[in-house]
């Protein structure tokens, strides 16, 4: 039976399946900043690797690295509105925590049914600070940071580290998350049961064989299980 279920953070307990590349896309169009999506990109990557490589990022709280990450993506498209930069940071940070007090919830709930909880993210250091600022750390038996363990997905090695600081046996855990090649992928690998969040909009699976639950919503997720239960155990 499946004792321990671990979740990606960033696109998966922040949201619902939607890439913060997606995200960021969607609301420089909303607010009139018609860019081709390669640029998007190009500014989103470069704020990305800055991230993971700043000390002060390795200690922020959701709102500073959204502001710090927002100010490099303009910075990388020389843009200077300021308007445009606050509507980045509120627009992105609203939705995230309205998804974070959900799966909160959600979190407890499973929990209380007796799973073992526990996050494994490419991180930049502050994973747990985030975990502990969505309020998701009272309900998490491990926190697996990439930057603080030297280890990345999607290199199995981080879901058997994760394993094994729950208790070893990755056949008994479930790992669910919104990429397939980062999460899916290599913890199927590992010999982890699979949830794959596709979102809402509809996203061709590389390989359903290596999918165990597949999850339009991560509210989804304990229904999910329970009509799973006989194919999980």
């Not at 998350?177 to 992928?185: A, E, K, P, Q, T």
């Not at 290599?186 to 064989?209: F, I, N, Y």
């Given at each position: 039976m499946i004792r321990a279920i671990v979740f990606d953070l960033g696109g998966t307990l922040d949201g619902d399946g939607l890439h913060w590349l997606d995200r960021?896309?969607?609301?420089?169009?909303?607010?009139?900043?018609?860019?081709?999506?390669?640029?998007?990109?190009?500014?989103?990557?470069?704020?990305?690797?800055?991230?993971?490589?700043?000390?002060?990022?390795?200690?922020?709280?959701?709102?500073?690295?959204?502001?710090?990450?927002?100010?490099?993506?303009?910075?990388?498209?020389?843009?200077?509105?300021?308007?445009?930069?606050?509507?980045?940071?509120?627009?992105?940070?609203?939705?995230?925590?309205?998804?974070?007090?959900?799966?909160?919830?959600?979190?407890?709930?499973?929990?209380?049914?007796?799973?073992?909880?526990?996050?494994?993210?490419?991180?930049?250091?502050?994973?747990?600070?985030?975990?502990?600022d969505f309020g998701y750390t009272p309900f998490l038996s491990v926190i697996v940071d990439s930057r603080r363990v030297g280890l990345f997905k999607p290199d199995p090695a981080i879901f058997l580290y994760a394993a094994k600081k729950l208790g070893g046996d990755p056949g008994t855990m479930m790992m669910v998350g919104d990429s397939f090649d980062r999460d899916v992928l290599p913890a199927k690998k590992v010999g982890m049961k699979t949830a794959w969040l596709e979102g809402t909009a509809s996203r061709e699976c590389p390989d359903q064989s290596l999918v165990d639950l597949r999850l339009r919503r991560l509210a989804d997720l304990p229904a999910a299980l329970s009509a799973a239960s006989l194919a999980l155990a």
């Amino acid at each position: 039976m499946i004792r321990a279920i671990v979740f990606d953070l960033g696109g998966t307990l922040d949201g619902d399946g939607l890439h913060w590349l997606d995200r960021f896309a969607a609301l420089y169009e909303n607010f009139g900043v018609r860019l081709p999506r390669e640029i998007v990109r190009g500014a989103f990557d470069q704020a990305e690797r800055r991230s993971s490589l700043d000390e002060n990022i390795s200690s922020s709280n959701f709102a500073e690295m959204i502001g710090q990450h927002v100010q490099w993506q303009l910075a990388h498209l020389g843009l200077t509105d300021r308007r445009l930069e606050q509507n980045l940071i509120e627009g992105f940070i609203a939705p995230a925590r309205q998804a974070a007090a959900a799966n909160a919830q959600l979190l407890a709930d499973l929990v209380a049914r007796g799973f073992q909880l526990g996050v494994v993210s490419n991180g930049c250091g502050n994973v747990a600070k985030l975990c502990a600022d969505f309020g998701y750390t009272p309900f998490l038996s491990v926190i697996v940071d990439s930057r603080r363990v030297g280890l990345f997905k999607p290199d199995p090695a981080i879901f058997l580290y994760a394993a094994k600081k729950l208790g070893g046996d990755p056949g008994t855990m479930m790992m669910v998350g919104d990429s397939f090649d980062r999460d899916v992928l290599p913890a199927k690998k590992v010999g982890m049961k699979t949830a794959w969040l596709e979102g809402t909009a509809s996203r061709e699976c590389p390989d359903q064989s290596l999918v165990d639950l597949r999850l339009r919503r991560l509210a989804d997720l304990p229904a999910a299980l329970s009509a799973a239960s006989l194919a999980l155990a």
